[in-house]
Nanobody, 118 residues
Framework: QVQLVESGGGLVQAGESLRLSCAAS??????????MGWFRQAPGKEREFVAR????????DYEDSVKGRFTISRDNAKNTVYLQMNSLKPEDTAVYYC?????????WGQGTQVTVSS
């Protein structure tokens, strides 16, 4: 059974930083064979793509509004993917999820809440 467990969220003020982590277990193949992504869902909105990283860490991609502020990374030895979020804005407030990329519907975890106050 695949488990993706997100952590690291919290309440911060605008301009501050957070680092999210996602620990993966139960995947069929070696963690490094999977591209991984971060996604978020704000209240009343659809879940949206935030960032993704290839299995070998050579390629990354970001949603336009987070480019230059967020950095995705991974540690394949720890089966963990990270999202460093700097210069946070109130519009970044959402529940953040990780998943393989492209995401699989049965892999979604509980997510971690990020709240940014102005």
């Amino acid at each position: 059974q695949v488990q993706l467990v997100e952590s690291g969220g919290g309440l911060v003020q605008a301009g501050e930083s957070l680092r999210l982590s996602c620990a993966a277990s139960g995947l069929t193949f070696t963690f490094s064979t999977y591209a991984m992504g971060w996604f978020r869902q704000a209240p009343g909105k659809e879940r949206e793509f935030v960032a993704r990283i290839s299995g070998n860490r050579m390629s990354t991609d970001y949603e336009d509004s987070v480019k230059g502020r967020f950095t995705i990374s991974r540690d394949n030895a720890k089966n963990t993917v990270y999202l460093q979020m700097n210069s946070l804005k109130p519009e970044d407030t959402a529940v953040y999820y990780c998943n393989v990329y492209p995401p699989r519907s049965n892999y979604w975890g509980q997510g971690t809440q990020v709240t940014v106050s102005s």
